[in-house]
């Protein structure tokens, strides 16, 4: 008997010995992981933050809407890696995901999706779950919060998503604002993301259970393809684990997902101001004191109508700090057609925006077969480009957008093709090309996109001893190519980044394809590696939707094209380009600093329409950019006073750094009601804040409404220590030039501020 019972406690012993359990440390967080392929305990901070014996991931096979939680064991590697593999028998799935810790706290996973179904094409959804403990969980948000910080109290039954929808006329796609899912439960905060560098498409959501214990997940849609040369039968995913502090919500979560990647947040050039359209010589002395800094401009048009023109503009252009860039819709080739070709070849059954005209698909390829063998010079760009070679990178690089190998045309614009002026009055229509480096093209070394877009401009800057600054890089996020899918197999031969795929409206089925979003990283990254070695900067715009994802490789993130005189674009919108840029420049694009759509050439008009844009891009530093008014004196005069103000305070505030952790407090009934954004660090060098009369909702705001909204007071405090010093004195209102009475109460800097409706006010603290 003692011999059976000595077997028992030694079996016992021996499987305690083999069922190992791993842990492993990130930052403040502790990973136990269990042999069994289950996370067995989650701590931050030495706290147990899990619910233990929990599985991490699980599939969808989006076909046939079949979800599998994975099996699977953990291993321990020499080097201290932990490695999960695991499958799904039910969906003939594997994983293979390695975890190491980073040296940013985070804990970083790289998994691989290996399709084992024999099927040529799969469309599966990777989800991620992290189980934690009960507690009062927080989901912290964009949008939808009580107060700035982000912060929105869950509930047991809901799940919590922040999405947006990514449009295009066959179909949408959701995926979340920010590129993480981030919650506290008010002692600790922990995050979800993906690095930018590795762009996913992404949807993070929280839910409860009545218990209130939470499940923080990531589902990322993958389309797993034998025709991927680069990833046959498999697709990959980067994600990150972190810990952040809980007393600041999203802007704690924030300033961790910066910490990680830190280089990515900030400009390669500084702050040198705003964005402007082809700003003649003789205004670029006022256009640099209104705080412009890009004059974006079609080098190769210049070049070709006056080259002593061009080059005395260039030159003039540099003498006054404003950097010239090179112009690109790198996503499109906008072709001249006929007179009324598009009313010909009209096809009201072609899904399309609402501003641009149907045509039938088949109709544009052999419009393009017509530029076959043609040797003339291209109507399209200035330089030695002919038809054939315009011919062949159209046949090389535009997508098909669906089965028939049909190409899309973007026809916005009907009527309005006037590159030069000089077809002003013709049919235009944008092919959706795709830029990725890597696609071979016939000839590659010298019929090449780069050099339909900027190799005249190059060259005629080389014969006059010139260069420019930086490239302009275009993304209409609508209208141009980064919403579109690809179906060409060859393009995705030589693609980087996973297929995904979407149900399709005209007959329901489901498709495997590229979508364009993520094909345009390979060009970014090469754009950006030609950027360094030539010193130029990159410039591009946007709307929030792709911030994201320009934001590895963009020095200035232009925020959009607003036109309307009578409202002001969503404040939510610009936050959501200081939170994604980090401290890089943002811009705008502001037709109506044009004077535009009626807005009166006079003092009134500049104080009506103008004036109440300028004060709303303060709130987060945002330099007020214009088309194209310097080629109109007489406006220009007008505005100088305001955008001269604005644009220094706007300066200043960039110098001085945007800093995701306010540090103030704000107290007060209104407290809620009032943004506050902190900038700089150092009161010594510059300690800064802005604060915004929150308008009435988050969509377009209309002027009238801005001039309704009532005024709001608070009470701002600071502790000097958290700047480290021992007292601060002085607070100033910079619009107004007033000082503000400020009191000390318990070694803290105390001081009541009102604010008018719809204001920004500007405050620097000593």
């Known amino acids: 008997m003692m011999k059976f019972f000595s077997a028992i406690l030694c079996s016992g012993l021996l499987f305690c010995w083999v069922r190992a359990d791993f842990i492993q440390k990130a930052g403040g967080q502790q990973f136990r992981w269990g042999e069994d392929g289950t996370l067995q305990e989650y701590r931050v901070g030495g706290k147990p933050k899990s619910v233990g014996n ?100 869950t509930t047991p039954g809901h799940v919590y998503e922040e999405l947006r929808e990514i449009a295009n006329p066959r179909f949408t796609m959701s995926l979340s604002r920010l590129p993480f899912g981030a919650v506290d439960d008010g002692e600790a905060g922990v995050m979800l993301a993906h690095p930018l560098r590795q762009p996913r498409f992404a949807r993070y959501g929280f839910s409860v259970d009545d218990a209130g214990c939470g499940t923080l997940t990531m589902k990322t849609p993958l ?117 009324n070709w598009h009313k010909v070849h009209q096809d009201l059954s072609v899904r399309q925006f609402e501003d641009q005209v149907p045509v039938k698909l088949g109709a544009v390829k052999e419009y393009v077969e017509t530029l076959r063998g043609d040797p003339a010079p291209t109507e399209r760009f200035a330089g030695e480009l002919t038809n054939d070679e315009l011919y ?115 007959d329901g089925k489901l498709r495997v394809f590229q979508h364009m979003i993520l094909a345009c990283n390979d060009f970014l990254e090469d754009m950006r590696r030609r950027a360094d070695a030539l010193d130029y900067c990159i410039a591009t715009n946007t709307w929030t939707h792709f911030v994201n994802f320009l934001t590895p490789y963009g020095d200035m993130i232009g925020a959009g094209e607003f036109f309307n005189k009578d409202w002001i674009a969503p404040l939510a919108d610009f936050r959501e380009f200081r939170y994604s840029a980090g401290r890089k420049l943002v811009t705008t694009m502001d037709y109506v600093l044009n004077y535009e759509g009626g807005v009166p050439v006079t003092a009134e008009g500049v104080a009506t329409y103008l004036e109440p844009r300028l004060n709303t891009y303060l709130q987060y530093g945002i330099f007020a950019g214009t088309a194209n008014s310097w080629n109109q004196p007489e406006k220009v005069a007008l505005l100088i006073p305001a955008m001269k103000r604005y644009a220094r305070w706007t300066l200043m505030l960039n110098e001085a750094g945007w800093e995701e952790i306010p540090n103030v407090v704000l107290s007060g009934a209104a407290a809620g009601k009032v943004l506050v954004e902190r900038w ?87």
Request: aromatic share 10%; proline share 5%.
């Open 54 to 153: 929990a599985r991490l991931f699980a599939a969808l096979d989006a076909e046939t809407g079949k979800r599998t939680d994975f099996t699977g064991k953990f291993t321990a590697e020499a080097d201290g890696t932990v490695r999960y593999r695991g499958s799904a028998p039910d969906l003939a799935l594997e994983l293979d995901v390695l975890f190491r810790p980073d040296a940013t706290g985070f804990l970083r996973a790289q998994a691989t999706l290996i399709n084992r179904s024999g099927q040529k094409e799969r469309a599966v959804e990777l989800c991620v779950s992290l189980p934690l403990a009960a507690g009062s969980w927080n989901f912290n948000a964009l949008e939808g919060a009580d107060s700035d910080s982000g912060a929105v109290k």
């Open 223 to 339: 389309g797993i393809s034998a025709d991927t040369a680069k990833f046959p039968n498999r697709a990959t995913v980067d994600f990150l684990i972190g810990s952040f502090r809980a007393d600041r919500h999203l802007r704690g979560a924030l300033a961790r997902y910066h910490e990680h990647e830190p280089q990515l947040f900030r400009s390669h050039i500084g702050y040198p101001g705003a964005w402007a359209l082809w700003i003649p010589d003789f205004s670029m002395a006022a256009a640099r004191e209104c705080g412009m800094g890009f004059n974006q401009r079609e080098w190769d048009e210049d070049f070709a109508r006056d080259p002593a023109e061009a080059v005395r503009i260039l030159d003039t252009t540099r003498q006054y700090g404003i950097k010239s860039l090179l112009y690109s819709e790198p996503w499109s080739i906008t072709l001249p057609f006929p007179r």
């Open 392 to 506: 062949r990178i159209l046949q090389n690089s535009a997508i098909e957008i669906n089965d028939n190998g049909d190409w899309r045309l973007n026809c916005y614009w009907a009527g309005q093709f006037h590159w030069g002026r000089k077809f002003k009055g013709q049919d235009s229509g944008a092919v959706i090309v795709n830029p990725d480096p890597e696609i071979q093209k016939p000839n590659r070394d010298t019929i090449t996109y780069e050099k339909a877009r900027y190799g005249y401009a190059w060259k005629q800057l080389a014969k006059h001893g010139r260069k420019a600054d930086g490239f302009y890089i275009d993304s209409e996020g609508f209208a141009m190519g980064w919403s579109e899918c690809n179906l060409r197999r060859d393009h995705w031969k030589v693609a980087d980044l996973p297929l995904t795929y979407a149900t399709f409206p005209e």
């Open 680 to 766: 700089g660090n150092r009161p010594g060098k510059g300690l800064y804040y802005t604060l915004r009369n929150r308008p009435p909702h988050n969509g377009n705001v209309t002027l009238a409404e801005l001039a309704a909204w009532p005024a709001q007071r608070v009470t701002l405090q600071w502790n000097p220590g958290d700047f480290g010093v021992t007292e601060l004195t002085e607070v100033t209102e910079l619009i107004s030039g007033r000082k503000l009475p400020v009191a000390q109460r318990d070694g803290k800097l105390v001081c009541d501020v009102e604010i008018p409706g719809g204001r920004t006010l500007l405050l620097q603290v000593k």
